[in-house]
């Protein structure tokens, strides 16, 4: 049977009823704003098969109600042509209330995208006046460092947040720029961040991604160890160093790579001082094995491994000579 809006008075308990799919409406506040078809497709199947075995929430706005819960089920149900769903109608809520529940109930089955999510983030911080990240986080259940990515995607220009939204660009991308590349700029050389400016250097790197120049988020931490290596060849804030004609390049040619631009500078360098941790470790390993060796044949073992290791990189290293 399904249930008349004026028979349930916002102030009743929580009731289970069959309602119109007609008389709801999907709640303008629902951060969730993409329904991918593939898995649309799979609920509907199974909503076919099965019915809708798990109740969508709502509350009563009027003569219609207002989806807190189950966006997905109710539009596989019109899609499918039934005319009613099981409902739980509930108090309204306030815009306040509406926001963290959705958060939390949403969050707790699968993520929303990464602009939907911080849209939302946006209008709850509006509407609640809290920023302090912890109690963000006590309030959405999103952790510390998905609420910075979030907030730093709410800063970014209107353009790039619709990059992120329409998956041209993720948001590790901007993240990554700006831990990588804007931030240790201004810190380390703020001459030449000062010189570009900030927005210059960001619509540098987003056309590197969009015309593919740049496709690998993970790459942009190699222009960290460039911006570090120039402050300190540089030696003072003001001073120049070689390796600013590597950044500058980076940002004022669009066909620079960040590969060719590490190589051709940092990479021998930073590369050494990897090896060289790895060195001291395999050290510290061949310590602790020749500390547990408990015979003289275990320890012979472990002398030859070594033995052998030492002989190799001598012979690597007279034939560079060479």
Same mark, same amino acid.
């Given at each position: 049977m399904s249930a008349s809006p004026d028979t349930h008075a916002p102030s009743m308990m929580p009731q289970l009823n069959r309602i119109e799919? /007609?008389?709801?409406?999907?709640n303008p506040g629902n951060p969730r704003l993409l329904f991918p078809e593939e898995e649309m497709e799979q609920l509907a199947e199974s909503i076919a098969n099965e019915g809708v075995l798990v109740p969508i929430v709502v509350y009563n706005q009027g003569d219609r109600f207002v989806l807190i819960d189950g966006e997905r089920r109710w539009r596989c149900a019109r899609q499918l042509g039934l005319e009613e769903v099981p409902a739980v109608i509930v108090d309204a809520p306030d815009e306040?209330?509406?926001?963290?529940?959705?958060?939390?109930i949403h969050m707790v089955r699968q993520?929303?995208?990464?602009? &939907?999510t911080a849209w939302a983030l946006k209008k709850l911080m509006e509407e609640t006046g809290i920023e302090r990240p912890q109690e963000l986080s006590d309030l959405t259940g999103l952790s510390p460092e998905r609420l910075k990515r979030l907030r730093h995607a709410l800063e970014l220009p209107d353009q790039y947040q619709k990059y992120i939204h329409d998956g041209d660009i993720p948001l590790n991308f901007f993240w990554e720029l700006k831990r990588?590349?804007?931030?240790?700029?201004?810190?380390?050389? &703020?001459?030449?961040?000062? /010189?570009?400016? /900030?927005? /210059?250097?960001?619509?540098a790197f987003v056309q590197k991604r969009l015309h593919e120049i740049t496709t690998d988020t993970v790459s942009l931490r190699n222009v960290? &160890?460039?911006?570090?290596?120039?402050?300190?060849?540089?030696?003072?804030?003001?001073?120049?160093?070689?390796?600013?004609?590597?950044?500058r390049d980076l940002?004022?040619?669009p066909d620079a790579t960040i590969q060719d631009a590490y190589e051709d500078t940092v990479?021998?360098?930073v590369e050494a001082d990897k090896l060289q941790r790895r060195s001291d470790n395999m050290l510290k390993a061949f310590e602790r094995l020749l500390d547990k060796a408990r015979s003289d044949e275990e320890r012979t073992h472990v002398r030859n491994v070594g033995t052998g290791l030492i002989n190799k990189l001598m012979a690597l290293i007279a034939g560079q000579v060479q």
């Open positions: 799919t /007609e008389l709801i409406d999907a306040r209330r509406t926001l963290i529940q959705m958060f939390n993520s929303w995208a990464d602009m &939907p990588n590349v804007i931030d240790p700029l201004a810190k380390q050389r &703020p001459r030449l961040a000062a /010189e570009f400016g /900030e927005n /210059e250097v960001l619509d960290r &160890p460039i911006i570090n290596l120039a402050a300190e060849d540089a030696g003072e804030v003001d001073a120049d160093s070689v390796l600013d004609v590597a950044i940002i004022k040619n990479m021998v360098i």
